[in-house]
């Protein structure tokens, strides 16, 4: 990451600014979420894993700036990855990125089950998890402070070749869908 990144991902991770860029970019200007409703998130994934192009890495993958919403009884993160270039790979990025989230959610719900032991055999014990268990949900803002409009794939289905494929197996076809929010837009 650059100079000019790490300085805008230091500022964005104030909890001040973080509410203003989520009130302004997901809800339109209304002032929806309070700073205070916002808590630490862990953005480093690490540990031994297979990347999307097969290889098997080891070493940390970071989120530019994430944040735990906390409502009543319900939670969501937040996260913004800050781009001032157009990445041809960005849906699959943040994809990515959300994956090691709910894998990690998961991970650590499967050992807690084992702690607790309270997984019964069959379902629960292949999933390590109950039926009735629900992960943190995660919501990716892919914030583009470069010149111009983002032109990139704004989804997974953008970067394949759907070109001839019939309409129902088009539909069938995996896809991510990114949430970009462009500078030049914002008042």
Not at 27 to 51: C, D, F, M, T, W
Not at 163 to 174: I, K, P, Q
Request: aromatic letters at 8%; glycine letters at 8%.
């Amino acid at each position: 990451m650059g100079r000019k990144s790490d300085e805008l991902c230091w500022y964005l991770n104030k909890a001040e600014i973080f509410a203003d860029f989520c009130n302004g970019s997901i809800y339109g200007g209304r002032a929806v979420i309070a700073p205070q409703e916002l808590a630490e998130a862990q953005k480093h994934y690490s540990g031994n894993r297979k990347r999307w192009e097969g290889k098997r890495i080891s070493g940390s993958r970071s989120r530019d700036v994430i944040k735990l919403l906390c409502r009543k009884d319900h939670f969501i993160k937040i996260a913004v990855e800050n781009q001032d270039r157009m990445n041809y790979c960005m849906p699959l990025r943040c994809g990515e990125y959300d994956l090691l989230e709910i894998s990690r959610q998961v991970r650590r719900l499967r050992e807690q089950r084992k702690r607790e032991g309270t997984l019964k055999g069959g379902e629960e014990y292949l999933s390590g998890m109950k039926e009735t268990d629900r992960l943190i949900p995660i919501v990716t803002v892919v914030f583009f402070h470069g010149k111009g409009k983002w032109t990139a794939a704004r989804q997974l289905q953008d970067m394949l070749d759907m070109e001839g494929m019939d309409r129902e197996l088009e539909r069938l076809a995996a896809n991510y869908q990114m949430n970009v929010v462009c500078l030049e837009d914002l008042n």
